[in-house]
T-cell receptor, first 113, second 115 residues
Framework: DADVTQTPRNRITKTGKRIMLECSQTKGHDRMYWYRQDPGLGLRLIYYSFDVKDINKGEISDGYSVSRQAQAKFSLSLESAIPNQTALYFC????????????FGDGTRLSIL | AQTVTQSQPEMSVQEAETVTLSCTYDTSESDYYLFWYKQPPSRQMILVIRQEAYKQQNATENRFSVNFQKAAKSFSLKISDSQLGDAAMYFCAHITQGGSEKLVFGKGTKLTVNP
């Protein structure tokens, strides 16, 4: 089983819909992250959480919200989806030290029509 | 602010040859770490190699090695004996010790391996 699991793997939805992307991990890590990948732009940080009570905005948080339900679960919501939020979304986790690599889920490809 | 620049949007290499992917970064911090991630068509993000800034010795992982030039803020990835399975997007990333501790990615280099 994957250490970091994202659901759904793919999603097509319409403008204005509320969408939740879910992430769960079995690595026991406190730190969790949500990234967005667009062609030619690399990965950009949306939100991150260093423990259950800690939530921080990343580089591009507008239009998104998150919930850290437990150490193992970190959800990303789009309250009212718009077409320019069409992208590949990644969840990642890491240990408590900066030199530890981040471990990524397989991504959710989201298309908003 | 931290920035990471990958100046080569695309590169190609012949199977069994060697290729070097470039990465430069900008930071005012002295303690930081650098990473290369690989993203094959399956879209997984896979760690290739990492380097601690305080280490002068270049990191090596099998056919993958880096050329870390701290003064020049350069962190290139060398792939030796290229294989078809090396075809992927490669992302350079940087994180500082302390401070925000956020991983910042470059825009990526698409590597094609020709048989």
């Amino acid at each position: 089983d994957a250490d970091v699991t994202q659901t759904p793997r793919n999603r097509i939805t319409k403008t204005g819909k509320r969408i939740m992307l879910e992430c769960s991990q079995t690595k026991g890590h406190d730190r969790m992250y949500w990234y967005r990948q667009d062609p030619g732009l690399g990965l950009r940080l949306i939100y991150y959480s260093f423990d259950v009570k800690d939530i921080n905005k990343g580089e591009i948080s507008d239009g998104y919200s998150v919930s850290r339900q437990a150490q193992a679960k970190f959800s990303l919501s789009l309250e009212s989806a718009i077409p320019n939020q069409t992208a590949l979304y990644f969840c990642a986790t890491s240990g408590p030290y900066s030199n530890q690599p981040q471990h990524f889920g397989d991504g959710t490809r989201l298309s908003i029509l | 602010a931290q920035t990471v620049t990958q100046s080569q949007p695309e590169m190609s290499v012949q199977e069994a040859e060697t290729v070097t992917l470039s990465c430069t970064y900008d930071t005012s911090e002295s303690d930081y770490y650098l990473f290369w991630y690989k993203q094959p068509p399956s879209r997984q993000m896979i760690l290739v190699i990492r380097q601690e800034a305080y280490k002068q010795q270049n990191a090596t992982e099998n056919r993958f090695s880096v050329n870390f030039q701290k003064a020049a803020k350069s962190f290139s990835l060398k792939i030796s004996d290229s294989q078809l399975g090396d075809a992927a997007m490669y992302f350079c990333a940087h994180i500082t010790q302390g401070g925000s501790e956020k991983l910042v990615f470059g825009k990526g280099t698409k590597l094609t391996v020709n048989p």
